[in-house]
């Protein structure tokens, strides 16, 4: 257990300091390989195709309702690997943190990814610390890179979407995204706004054992929704029709949305994923996904690389990629 | 109907976003056109202002506090976004009190704010100066290019160049201004009003109501948004907007000076406003080359009409306000493919 209240320039020298700050880690998630403490990690994969992530999580605040930068970086990865149909297995953590970051805290985080880790059912296997001069960071930035074991008929791009599959979503988007502005600003809106923030490998798995005809596996983090769906429809030189109406959203984050001039269609998600499926399994596949999940559009080759959404009323507009971030609007 | 087109404006940027955002243009008879009038307070901030707001950016323990939106609009050589990357201290705020509270917790920083918006943003803002003067905070200002609604409607519902039939009147300004402004506006110009607010069906209805009075003959002003808007409006947002604020001339992105139509700080207020804190000299500002931000204000051309739209001038790199404003007639174009 460490005594000091915060991470100071010492905890990244390489020394006695350096391994406390490994230890508050490694102490919780304790496995064969990581216990070895070598420079790298030797592991055991069943022959065949790997998936390999890497990702790097800066967000700000790094506790938010729903979740923090811990679980979050472990979920980025396991969902990334995950999105091409293969199990995760492991991961590594390697952190990079500013001068005078609570020690409490990274305890904290150190919990949260040892929850998220046994959720996923990963292992840690590797990682790496770094302290940087104040100022040099923003308190905690996360490094995960992940490896996972392609099943059979795995290996989903967006390329491989069909005309006439349906687009299925796991549930109601733009919680996450929400919820950090929300937070980060304290705007102070209540009406129990979480992230989503969560492991999608259990589900997909359910998915994958419901259907042999799924296309598409896809996690629409930042950009929303609409971007994903664009990313699709460009990769696969074919067009996809959305129902506004399908598309679910809670009560609550419409409102937020409708307050800071946000499109929900654009705001991050952390624990969605939508799965293109051929017409008679998408049902079987919704089922899978688990409750709020929904059918929300279709393939199409009537416009090729666009996404077309049909509106509340019953007209028709383009919903284009993300161009800039969204900002608050002035009234 | 008695005529072939019948040309409807939609004041504010909101109902232009909801409009493209619903695809209600693709659903209404074609004999009725929308178009899209000066109520985007980002769009109408005219260059010089901008180039100001960088300018003040640029002094010297100066932090510049602002809505999201003004943070990409182009000045004459950059924008506030774009002096932040090279290391001017500008943040995003969700409310002027935050600015306030910046200002307190940083005591050897000069907190200014931004202002920019309609008479639904500019209590607030003087709410917040109020505060701050009650609070004794000193290193705290504000840089007004707030707007008033009515001297500009008065302005395009007088112009034959644009020839509006009717107006779709902003919800959110109704709110605090009351609905009575508007009876000057649809009898002295023959102009029938309605107020609505901005769901689709909120809109469609306030089309049929125009419409409706258009064919009768009616120039009355009538409030659909009847949850939100009264005839009086929000009394203590007025005398608040009052007591800091007084009217003045200025100047509009699209329409040029209009009189008594934007707010500068009465005497007792003075000492927070930010253009007598930091004089600075700023240039006549460059206007872009082939942009028509300023007939598109006016309902005067269409966002497709600008050789720019979609090629020199999309959201990720905008040449005019119409495209950068998260509220902008173009950006609404460009984002909603209409």
Redesign the interface.
């Known amino acids: 257990m460490v005594k000091d209240k915060t991470v100071t320039l010492q905890h990244g020298n390489g020394g006695k300091k350096m391994h406390e700050v490994i230890e508050v880690f490694r102490s919780k998630l304790t496995n064969p390989t990581l216990d070895e403490m070598a420079d790298a990690a030797q592991l055991e994969v069943t022959s065949g195709k790997i998936a390999f992530s890497t990702d790097s999580f800066v967000i700000k605040p790094v506790f938010f309702p729903g979740g923090d930068i811990g679980e979050l970086a472990v979920y980025g990865t396991v969902n990334d690997i995950s999105m091409k149909g293969a199990k995760p297995l492991f991961i590594s953590l390697a952190l990079i943190i500013e001068e005078g970051f609570s020690l409490s805290s990274l305890e904290k985080i150190a919990s949260s990814v040892k929850k998220a880790a046994r959720a996923s059912g990963v292992k840690v296997v590797t990682g790496d610390i770094k302290v940087v001069e104040k100022g040099a960071a923003d308190g905690i930035f996360i490094n995960t890179s992940g490896i996972g074991v392609v099943e059979k008929g795995g290996y989903f791009t967006g390329a491989k979407a069909r005309a006439g599959d349906t687009v299925v979503i796991n549930g109601p988007i733009a919680e996450h995204g929400i919820a950090i502005v929300n937070a980060r600003?304290d705007?102070g809106f209540t009406g129990d706004i979480k992230s989503d923030c969560r492991n999608l490998n259990h589900s997909v798995e359910k998915c994958l054992k419901a259907s042999r005809n799924i296309s598409v596996l896809r996690d629409p983090t930042r950009g929303g929704l609409a971007t994903t769906l664009n990313e699709i429809a460009d990769n696969s030189n074919l067009g996809i029709d959305i129902n506004e109406t399908d598309v679910p959203v809670r009560q609550n984050v419409r409102k937020l949305c409708?307050v800071l001039?946000f499109?929900p269609l654009y705001v991050a998600n952390e624990g969605k994923f939508v799965c293109f499926v051929r017409e008679k399994d998408s049902e079987k596949v919704r089922k899978a996904m688990g409750p709020g999940s929904r059918i929300i559009g279709r393939v199409t080759k009537a416009h090729k690389k666009k996404v077309h959404l049909i509106?509340?009323?019953?007209?028709?507009?383009?919903l284009?990629m993300l161009?800039?971030s969204?900002?608050?609007?002035?009234? | 109907m008695k005529r072939n087109v019948i040309k409807l404006m939609e004041v504010c940027?909101?109902h232009t976003?909801a409009i493209?955002?619903?695809?209600?243009r693709?659903?209404i008879p074609g004999g009725i056109e929308l178009i899209s009038g000066p109520g985007c307070?980002?769009c109408v901030t005219s260059q010089k202002d901008i180039d100001r707001a960088i300018m003040i950016a640029r002094e010297k323990d100066v932090v510049m506090t602002t809505?999201?939106?003004?943070?990409?609009v182009p000045g004459s050589r950059t924008s506030l976004e774009g002096v932040k990357g090279l290391g001017a201290d500008v943040k995003?705020v969700?409310s002027p009190l935050?600015a306030v509270s910046m200002a307190k917790d940083a005591p050897d920083k000069n907190v200014v704010f931004m202002g920019?918006?309609?008479e639904?943003?500019s209590p607030l803002v003087a709410s917040a100066v109020i505060e701050a003067k009650k609070r004794d905070i000193r290193n705290f200002s504000v840089l007004s290019n707030f707007k008033l609604v009515f001297p500009a409607l008065e302005a395009i519902a007088g112009s034959e160049k644009i020839a509006v039939d009717g107006f779709i009147c902003p919800g959110?300004?109704s709110v605090i201004t009351g609905s009575a402004p508007y009876e000057d506006i649809a009898r002295r110009f023959g102009k029938p009003c309605v107020i609505t607010g901005?769901g689709?069906a909120d809109i469609i209805k306030g089309i049929t109501r125009l419409v409706d009075q258009i064919n009768r003959g009616d120039n009355r002003v009538e409030i659909e948004y009847k949850r939100a808007v009264t005839n009086k409006g929000n009394t203590r947002a007025k005398s608040v907007l009052d007591e800091v604020f007084s009217p003045s001339d200025a100047e509009w992105r699209g329409l040029g000076k209009i009189t008594k139509s934007g707010l500068k700080f009465r005497d007792d207020y003075s000492f927070f406003d930010a253009k007598n804190r930091f004089p600075v000299k700023v240039p006549e500002p460059r206007v872009p080359k082939g942009c028509i931000c300023a007939e598109v204000l006016q309902g005067i051309s269409r966002p497709g009409d600008c050789r720019l739209f979609g090629k020199a001038c999309?959201?990720?790199s905008p040449v005019g306000p119409c495209m950068v404003s998260?509220?902008g007639s173009c950006a609404a174009q460009?984002?909603?493919?209409?």
């Not at chain 1, 969204?326 to 009234?331: S, V």
């Not at chain 2, 493209?20 to 209600?24: E, H, K, Q, V």
């Not at chain 2, 809505?67 to 990409?72: A, P, Q, T, V």
């Open positions: 600003e705007l409708d001039g499109d509106t509340q009323l019953g007209s028709t507009r383009i284009p161009e800039v969204q900002l608050p609007r002035i009234c | 940027g909101t976003m493209a955002r619903s695809g209600i693709k659903v307070p980002v809505f999201g939106d003004m943070m990409r995003v969700y935050d920019v918006g309609f639904t943003t959110h300004v901005f689709q999309t959201p990720s998260s509220e460009y984002r909603y493919g209409e």
